[in-house]
């Protein structure tokens, strides 16, 4: 079995609608693919109408966090298989995807600030419908000739965490978010944690605080660790009872890394399964 277990649509910042992106997923040859859109679940029941055979969907979400609040840490959370119905998981959800297009208009009125032409009317464009974000902001840049790609985008001077043009928005505090997700009945997978290319790293000791709150898992396997960093995490992860995985963080053109590049073993996604109980993975007609 291939398994994936995230991936991003038109839904939030992704290229792929969530009938492509589950297409893509099977021509890619995997067998079981999450969809983990920023913030929201609206793109799963386009996925699960347009499900091929033989291909299995997970329903999630990666929920946007901050560790200390303020100026602390940026923290992703993977949430899979939650009931979405959950009243109060709900509400959250809706409090931190209603902040992001305050904050992507922010963001542009800083680029225009610092010289770059950027309009809020072409983002909206390349967002078609989704959840606005930084992806997209970035692609504008990148049609103005201002980077070279939407990672160069992302670095300290532009609109990574703390940049010239960066613009906080409402986010979880990971604690409280690994406890909405569980009482959803949903599993929840801290999403690269040791990304220090992008400037991000998540404490150890952080990540042993939210294991005793009730987190699953680490993402370990991950475009943005390198195998020191992995070895590392898988250490840490047996140190802690966690769970590990392994995914490609998919954003279709938004990103160079293909969907099934790097995979979660079938034993840690039936643990996942067997963890659940705010919905089943969805099989694909004939699957």
């Not at 119905?85 to 709900?90: C, I, L, R, V």
């Not at 070279?148 to 928005?169: C, H, I, M």
């Not at 505090?173 to 909405?180: G, Q, S, Y």
Request: proline letters at 6%; aromatic letters at 4%; glycine letters at 14%.
């Amino acid at each position: 079995m291939r398994i994936d277990l995230h991936t991003h649509s038109t839904a939030s910042d992704g290229t792929d609608t969530p009938a492509e992106l589950v297409r893509n997923a099977a021509a890619a040859g995997l067998d079981v693919v999450a969809l983990t859109d920023h913030d929201g679940v609206g793109g799963h029941a386009e996925a699960i109408a347009a499900l091929p055979p033989g291909l299995t969907l997970v329903t999630g979400a990666e929920l946007s966090c901050r560790l200390g609040g303020g100026h602390g840490i940026g923290v992703h959370l993977l949430a899979y298989l939650f009931d979405p119905a959950e009243p109060e998981f709900a509400r959250a959800r809706e409090l931190v995807h209603g902040g992001r297009e305050p904050r992507a208009r922010a963001m542009v009125a800083r680029l225009r600030e610092l010289g770059v032409p950027v309009t809020w009317e072409r983002v909206a464009e390349l967002a078609a419908g989704g959840a606005v974000g930084r992806p997209h902001v970035a692609r504008a840049m990148v049609e103005l000739g201002v980077v070279d790609t939407v990672s160069d985008a992302f670095a300290p001077q532009w609109l990574g965490n703390g940049g010239r043009a960066y613009a906080e928005k409402h986010e979880l505090d990971p604690f409280e978010a690994v406890r909405l997700v569980k009482a959803a009945g949903g599993v929840s997978v801290l999403a690269h944690p040791m990304a220090v290319k992008r400037g991000v790293c998540v404490p150890e000791g952080a990540i042993a605080e939210l294991a005793a709150a009730g987190l699953d898992g680490v993402e370990v396997d991950h475009m943005d660790h390198d195998a020191p960093t992995r070895a590392r995490l898988r250490g840490l992860a047996a140190d802690l009872g966690l769970l590990t995985t392994g995914s490609s963080d998919y954003h279709g053109r938004n990103k160079t890394c293909g969907l099934g590049e790097f995979t979660t073993d079938p034993e840690i996604y039936g643990e996942i399964t067997r963890r659940a109980t705010g919905a089943f993975p969805v099989p694909g007609a004939g699957g």
